[in-house]
């Protein structure tokens, strides 16, 4: 073989060589670097040298921050069964992603078990209103044992939420009824109040208008006296007495009452006498009081003529 194949055989491999030696880590990420099998050190984003063949990267950790979503079923103290999301943020501490590494294969695993012993202890002390008001509380009970546990294998817990609370369908149902009805009745008291200012507004409007149309009578009346009064006085001025003013003021309103109905087209005038008589006896008292009214008002015109001659 002639030796200029050597020497590309040999420049090739040295640059495989010379790649091997170099290698770069990403951002929030770490390196783990081992030695012919034992942990050697740990790299962090850049680029980076081993020596190649001797020093092998075992493995690479994120250090982002991650979520882990569990979800338990648990019986609250009221005896129904409840289904709670439980999302757990965590991430790789810096300075022990070694323990990370080496102490803790499954991370998930190890997070989930913890957390159901968490919320298995905190719900069924619990009713089931309780666990809707106190999940901030079952979330912080949850985060406390994690930190706890897993600080030790160099993970640090962010956050735990618990995101959803999913009773059973029946229960869900019954609730939904519960607050329908109590709905329901507000609505109604509130109809009642609305029905009760009603009635109430209504009757001291009617009362208001009584007030005002008896008010309005007794005025009426008020002024009609007046007026008859100050009648009496004019006819009593020119000669009239009392006795005979009030017959001439009851025939007048006789005769005022009788042409108002008669301008009535469908009005009906039916006069009856005190004691039961017949169509003829009728007729002739009506024709002999309607006569005595006009000659009270002769008499009396005639009067006034011969006073005043």
Do not use: C, W
Not at 103 to 108: C, E, G, N, R, S
Not at 120 to 132: C, N, S
Not at 161 to 185: G, H
């Amino acid at each position: 073989m002639p030796p200029f194949v050597f020497a590309i055989i040999y420049s090739f491999l040295g640059f495989l060589l010379l790649l091997s030696v170099f290698f770069t880590v990403k951002q929030q990420t770490a390196a783990i670097l081992e030695r012919f099998g034992r942990f050697h050190s740990i790299r962090h984003s850049g680029l980076q040298i081993k020596i190649p063949l001797i020093d092998q990267i075992s493995g690479r950790l994120s250090l982002k921050i991650q979520q882990l979503d569990v979800i338990i079923e648990t019986k609250t103290l009221d005896d129904v069964f409840v289904r709670l999301k439980v999302s757990v943020q965590y991430k790789v501490i810096r300075e022990k992603v070694y323990e990370a590494y080496y102490k803790l294969d499954y991370p998930h695993d190890q997070i989930t078990s913890y957390v159901f012993d968490v919320v298995r202890a905190e719900v069924p002390k619990m009713k089931l209103d309780d666990v809707f008001v106190k999940k901030d509380d079952i979330a912080i009970a949850v985060k406390a044992e994690l930190n706890d546990a897993m600080s030790d294998y160099g993970y640090d817990i962010i956050k735990t939420l618990v995101t959803d609370i999913d009773p059973d369908a029946q229960v869900k149902s019954a609730m939904n009824r519960i607050n329908a009805s109590e709905r329901e009745k507000i609505a109604a008291q509130y109809e009642g109040d609305a029905q009760r200012i009603l009635i109430v507004e209504k009757a001291k409007a009617e009362a208001e208008s009584k007030r005002l149309q008896g008010q309005g009578i007794a005025d009426q009346r008020r002024e009609i006296a007046r007026g008859l009064e100050e009648s009496v006085e004019v006819l009593n001025k020119v000669g009239i007495n009392s006795q005979e003013a009030s017959a001439l003021i009851v025939v007048t309103q006789h005769y005022d009452t009788l042409q108002s109905l008669g301008e009535g087209t469908n009005s009906n005038l039916i006069l009856l006498p005190n004691t039961p008589q017949t169509g003829s006896n009728m007729l002739n008292d009506m024709v002999a009081s309607f006569t005595a009214s006009n000659q009270i008002g002769e008499a009396i015109k005639q009067g006034n003529k011969n006073k005043k001659a």
